[in-house]
């Protein structure tokens, strides 16, 4: 019953940022949106080295020196899988006016919501992956580290949730149908955990690349788009703030309910 609504914690987090539509009557300000894009980078990144990159190694820490390996090429493969799904899935980024991925004829608030689920699907990774360590026994990763991360994930999925349903009700959507397509872009991770969760059940041995590969996939969307995103114009330094505040607030999640 805790892993079911652990894995759906990070959903709840979409989803309350996306209910931000009904109560906001303008569009996000600039500052706001770089102050939430750099805590959402931060609570990533964090949850990237203490949550998924240090327990993958710490798991073969037995075999000496090579013991970074796993970690080392999970990452890689982590990095390479989304620059994969980054170049084949047609989506738009925000105030951006050209598409990525592959040619399509998706409409733009289609588009805008795939960039968003591209984001959330490591997400949805990481959280199933450390549930699987806590699930399988790995002496490192408890159950209420494995919560920490979720807790972090959801955290750090309100503004997304807010930074996806805005721009849709800006381009003329009702508010209804902003909230649903900014929910529907965090249902992808509840998804994700629960595959990547019943595929490491008879995959052990591989568990440190798993968790390796989920903080590699988490890294590339926070230097492909979230830093370069927050930090580019004015008020860059809001995003810095943001960072760091994100950042602590992960990693004290970590190391207090780990």
Do not use: C
Request: aromatic fraction near 6%; charge should be neutral.
């Amino acid at each position: 019953m805790s892993i079911t609504i652990g894995l759906l914690i990070p959903l709840l987090g979409t989803m309350l940022g996306a209910a931000f539509v009904f109560f906001m009557k303008k569009d996000m300000s600039p500052k706001l949106q770089k102050s939430l894009l750099g805590f959402a980078s931060g609570v990533m990144v964090a949850a990237s080295v203490w949550s998924l990159l240090i327990p993958s190694m710490e798991i073969v820490k037995d075999s000496g020196r090579w013991s970074v390996t796993p970690a080392a090429l999970g990452f890689l493969l982590g990095i390479g899988f989304l620059l994969l799904i980054d170049e084949l899935t047609p989506h738009l980024h925000l105030h951006a006016d050209k598409p990525e991925g592959l040619r399509s004829r998706l409409s733009r608030t289609t588009m805008l919501a795939l960039a968003v689920t591209i984001h959330n699907l490591p997400e949805g990774m990481a959280v199933g992956v450390v549930f699987a360590g806590a699930a399988n026994g790995i002496s490192n990763i408890s159950l209420a580290s494995a919560i920490a991360v979720s807790l972090g994930i959801a955290i750090q999925n309100v503004p997304e949730g807010a930074i996806i349903s805005m721009p849709m009700k800006a381009a003329g959507n009702s508010k209804m149908k902003s909230f649903i397509l900014g929910s529907l872009s965090g249902a992808v991770e509840p998804v994700g955990a629960l595959a990547v969760l019943l595929l490491s059940s008879i995959m052990v041995p591989v568990l440190p690349y798993m968790l390796a590969f989920a903080a590699g996939a988490m890294f590339y969307v926070v230097v492909e788009e979230l830093i370069p995103e927050a930090s580019s114009g004015q008020h860059s330094n809001l995003s810095t703030i943001g960072f760091a505040i994100g950042f602590v607030l992960m990693m004290v999640l970590d190391v207090v309910m780990g």
